[in-house]
């Protein structure tokens, strides 16, 4: 289901009447988190699914801090970046993964180039 900035005023009654008496407080931070909530669904699909699906980055930053807490400590900032450039690179040894990226944020790196295409480094390449 695409939530839409209306929904509350559909469905929200129909929520109310089914679950109020049982979970009134959930009801009552709904429909006061939703204003808060109505600017998210200005960004097209693709971007608030990148928005709400953190579970890549947060594996991703589980093997940095991994990496990291392995090493210890560095001589130098070139030699951290280098070792979490080297557990970037573990994660596709083959690079066969970069085909696979490209196609699946192809509509993702789109929609941030049209969104945000004075923010968006060389936004025109994409």
Excluded at 10 to 25: C, D, F, K, M, V
Excluded at 63 to 74: E, L, P, Q, T
Excluded at 83 to 90: E, I
Aim: charged share 20%.
């Amino acid at each position: 289901m695409i939530i839409t900035p209306g929904l509350p005023d559909l469905r929200g009654a129909q929520l109310a009447e089914a679950w109020g008496s049982r979970y009134g407080a959930i009801i009552r931070l709904w429909e006061n988190a939703w204003p808060e909530f109505i600017p998210f669904l200005d960004y097209d699909v693709e971007i608030r699914t990148v928005i709400c699906s953190t579970n890549a980055i947060e594996s991703l930053n589980a093997r940095y801090r991994r990496a990291i807490k392995a090493r210890g400590h560095f001589p130098s900032e070139q030699a951290a970046l280098k070792c979490l450039y080297l557990v970037t690179r573990s994660l596709d040894p083959t690079g066969t993964g970069r085909a696979r990226w490209a196609m699946r944020w192809k509509p993702t790196l789109n929609a941030f180039a049209i969104t945000f295409g004075d923010r968006f480094p060389a936004a025109e390449t994409y």
